[in-house]
T-cell receptor, first 114, second 112 residues
Framework: DGGITQSPKYLFRKEGQNVTLSCEQN?????MYWYRQDPGQGLRLIYY???????QKGDIAEGYSVSREKKESFPLTVTSAQKNPTAFYLC?????????????FGPGTRLTVT | EDQVTQSPEALRLQEGESSSLNCSYT??????LFWYRQDPGKGPEFLFT???AGEEKEKERLKATLTKKESFLHITAPKPEDSATYLC?????????????FGTGTLLAVQP
């Protein structure tokens, strides 16, 4: 089955620790995205990558970092500099310019920092 | 500034009671209007893409339509399993990115 996997589903960390969220896709999509979802707010774009070894900041990139070393993988690191890291994190992918622009989402990771 | 606004924030329907959800957008050079369904604690599920005013797409009890200023998601004779949050998103023409701008969603509850 083609799709996007995110792991883990739930993640708990102490304040001051960095944490990395995994995102893998086997859809052969060029573009990948990270969003953050908070209650009562729309999805907010953290980082996106349109091609391997290249990525751009989204609207709320401060306190986050990413890498795109492989087409299938786009891990997100939440650093200790992120002031309010507790949220639901969603990874997505799309074909981009090679096809449709609709984004397909993974199941999400709920991060709780105390 | 590009913006997407959804209304109402929440909607409660009786089973079989048809209604519509609204998504208004102010996006320069719209290059796609997308609808998603999101169940609690899960990632959004893609439903439809609309590209031009007058376009319509249907899937089971759902029909999405698009005008130059807004999109509607019509739900005909809804069932309890249609209960979810419905998100819309727009892709603008500025730049060469695939970025989507999301609304805050409409929480739909269908009671038996």
């Amino acid at each position: 089955d083609g799709g996007i996997t995110q792991s883990p589903k739930y993640l708990f960390r102490k304040e001051g620790q960095n944490v990395t969220l995994s995102c893998e896709q086997n859809l052969n999509h060029d573009a990948m995205y990270w969003y953050r979802q908070d209650p009562g707010q729309g999805l907010r774009l953290i980082y996106y990558s349109q091609i391997v070894n290249d990525f751009q900041k989204g609207d709320i990139a401060e306190g986050y970092s990413v890498s795109r070393e492989k087409k299938e993988s786009f891990p997100l690191t939440v650093t200790s500099a992120q002031k309010n890291p507790t949220a639901f994190y969603l990874c997505a992918s799309s074909q981009g310019t090679a096809g449709g622009y609709e984004q397909y989402f993974g199941p999400g990771t709920r991060l709780t920092v105390t | 500034e590009d913006q997407v606004t959804q209304s109402p924030e929440a909607l409660r329907l009786q089973e079989g009671e048809s209604s519509s959800l609204n998504c208004s957008y102010t996006v320069s050079g719209l290059r796609g209007l997308f609808w998603y369904r999101q169940d609690p604690g899960k990632g959004p599920e893609f439903l439809f893409t609309l590209y031009s005013a007058g376009e319509e797409k249907e899937k089971e009890r759902l029909k999405a339509t698009l005008t130059k200023k807004e999109s509607f998601l019509h739900i005909t004779a809804p069932k309890p399993e249609d209960s979810a949050t419905y998100l819309c998103a727009a892709r603008g023409g500025g730049g060469a990115t695939n970025k989507l701008i999301f609304g805050t969603g409409t929480l739909l509850a269908v009671q038996p």
